[in-house]
């Protein structure tokens, strides 16, 4: 299974005092990141609503926003007056220390906190509040992963095309140095035997041999592609596993490409040269793909 790190939901729950509103999104991430808003009257569940989400998603950056819209009669502002005069007493204060001639703007004292409550909201439903966002939440977290699954779900296509390309790939640099190999171990043969005997004057056959098996073992490529084929064998038994591993399917990209990366410094034939800049482009293909991954 992959997920993505990418989604959105909302979900509401309507109840007699009004309508509860959960909005979640998330992005990519090297690790879990959570980022709880709730309004006032929601503010003291954050550690509750910041539980269940890590508990109930993966790596990403998660935001959180809730909100109530209050039926009518369940926020029936009322005005604190002594928290009000207290601001506005030391806001004026301050102004006259400063020079300052401008009294203190009410309407902005009311957006201050303890100023505007609903004793209402917070005595007759405070309990029913926390249950109804832990609830809500829960369901919108529930979306978000069905969401992150279905666009996981188109991930994981995108990767398995890719992998059989590089796959093909290794294929043909294993078919072409197959086909290549005695030829160019003939011009090499011919090159140690040329070199020796421009030096020695004559060319021993064991001394061309040993010296033609110490240059091919430096041009065989073979246990660089056998190794690639385990690491594919690998990706596709995580790709299809119960969980979506991101990481280590990032992991056995690089060691994937690092066998690649020894490939092309072993190869000085053009036609193999190609062939390991395409696999290499692939593989970043495949990488770009999986860092969207949870």
Not at 48 to 73: C, D, Q, T, Y
Not at 187 to 197: D, I
Request: glycine letters at 8%; charged letters at 30%.
């Amino acid at each position: 299974m992959m997920r993505s790190m990418t989604g959105f939901a909302r979900e509401t729950g309507e109840y007699e005092w009004g309508t509860l509103s959960v909005e979640l999104s998330s992005v990519n991430h090297r690790y879990q990141e959570l980022s709880v808003r709730l309004s006032r009257e929601l503010a003291s569940f954050e550690p509750e609503a910041g539980a269940i989400l890590r508990s109930a998603l993966g790596r990403g950056k998660v935001r959180l926003f809730a909100e109530i819209a209050w039926a009518p009669g369940y926020k029936t502002p009322v005005i604190d007056g002594e928290a009000l005069k207290s601001y506005y007493d030391r806001l004026l204060d301050l102004g006259r220390e400063l020079g300052a001639e401008e009294k203190p703007d009410i309407q902005a004292l009311l957006s201050l906190p303890g100023v505007l409550d609903s004793p209402s909201a917070r005595s007759s439903v405070g309990d029913e509040l926390g249950e109804a966002l832990a609830e809500t939440v829960k369901r919108a977290a529930s979306s978000l992963t069905g969401m992150r699954e279905r666009e996981g779900e188109a991930l994981k296509q995108a990767v398995e095309g890719y992998l059989a390309d590089f796959e093909s790939l290794l294929g043909s640099m294993e078919e072409y140095w197959n086909k290549r190999k005695d030829e160019l171990l003939e011009e090499l043969k011919a090159r140690v035997t040329a070199l020796l005997e421009g030096v020695t004057g004559e060319a021993d056959e064991a001394r061309v041999a040993q010296e033609i098996v110490i240059m091919a073992d430096k041009w065989d490529v073979s246990e660089e592609a056998v190794r690639s084929r385990s690491h594919c064998a690998q990706f596709k038994s995580i790709l299809n596993g119960p969980a979506s591993e991101g990481r280590k399917l990032d992991f056995l990209i690089q060691e994937m490409n690092r066998e690649v990366n020894t490939m092309g410094s072993k190869i000085t034939d053009a036609e193999l040269r190609w062939m390991v800049v395409e696999a290499k482009s692939t593989l970043e293909k495949m990488r770009e793909q999986i860092q969207n991954a949870e």
